[in-house]
């Protein structure tokens, strides 16, 4: 487990802010502080099992809080840092609000080049998904939907089990990075064949 | 528009898909892919006893570019040389398929796929060789 980022005390009414971006307590538009992360954003220490609703309702304070309308009276650099804070909200709260690009981001605070480190898949599953594709394929042309439906099941399976494993390596004391790259790779495939079986190549 | 014409064109009436036997020792076979997007490609040659390239297929799973970066790799590798075929770089695909930034790992993707290929085919022929000249020289 990674430990939360360390918010200073708002600049504007001294409390704790609950937020990089924004003081929650006294509304006041922060000047992020150097090297805060997208859980940071949101008041929120790094973890891979994150409250949807929670995050809901922290992105509605939150984007009050640095919504123009607030800010009309502000100065132009208030309003410009509330500006870009807002596009900072609205990237974290992409990241932290689905399970794959949350574990990504995650594994990516841990190390920032481990996906890229382990690109390389092992032949083997290469050879498995080419070998489900080419059945994803075969089946959208014989317009058989029941098949189509017993390989997405099975991507959303493996998908799930990938993730669940990444979501528990993830929260360990000492993390297996390049495992949990590989399986965050893999499970991107996955995704790809699921999306395949839905929809033709985009 | 996203895609150049010749992506399109590559994509739409994509050369030389298909497969050749796997166990051919004059073929060989790369299978890569790139989690970017979920791709994955597998791309095949076929050597004639002249040590060039005589047929070339592929098979992508992803997106348009990946697709037309392997169907232009097929298309380049015939009538080469396994060597001359190494010497094709990725930047060489981008730079005929105007590739945005966004997809230039789906030309790289290519580039590994023809290596593979050929290293799969040197690898096949490096063990083989040796052994059948083991074998034919005490009838000699």
Known sequence: MLPSFPLPPCAGCGAAPGSSLACLECGTVLDEVA???????????????????????????LSRALHPDFQASATAEVQALALRNSALL??????????????????????????????????????????????????????????????????????????????????SDAPDIDALAVLLNETRVYKRILRDTESPHT | MAYS??????????????????????????????????DVMKLQIKV???????????????????????????????????????????????????LPPVKIHCSVLAEDAIRAALNDYRGKNADAAPVEQAAEKPGE
């Open chain 2, 48 to 98: 004639g006893d002249d040590g060039v390239i005589e047929d070339a297929k592929f098979k992508t799973f992803g997106c348009g570019s990946a697709i037309a970066s392997s169907s232009l790799a097929t298309e380049w590798v015939k009538g080469k040389t396994v060597d001359e075929a190494l010497e094709i770089k990725n930047t060489d695909i981008v730079e005929e398929l105007s």
């Open chain 1, 35 to 61: 090297g805060a992360h997208h859980f940071a954003r949101f008041g929120l220490a790094p973890s891979t099992s994150v409250d949807g609703d929670d995050l809901e309702l922290r992105y509605l304070r």
């Open chain 2, 5 to 38: 014409d010749k992506v399109i064109d590559h994509y739409e009436n994509p050369r030389n898909v298909g497969s050749l036997s796997k166990s051919d020792r004059t073929v060989g076979t790369g299978i890569v892919g790139a989690p970017e997007c979920g």
């Open chain 1, 90 to 171: 609205n990237e974290a709260r992409q990241v932290l609000d689905d399970e794959q690009p949350r574990a990504e981001y995650l594994l990516g605070l841990h190390d920032i080049d481990a996906l890229e480190r382990n690109k390389a898949l092992d032949p083997g599953f290469l050879m498995e998904s080419l070998e489900l594709s080419e059945e994803v394929e075969q089946a959208r042309a014989d317009g058989d939907g029941e098949t189509l439906e017993t390989i997405a099941e099975n991507c959303r399976s493996e998908i799930a089990r990938r993730l669940d494993a990444a979501t528990i390596g993830l929260a």
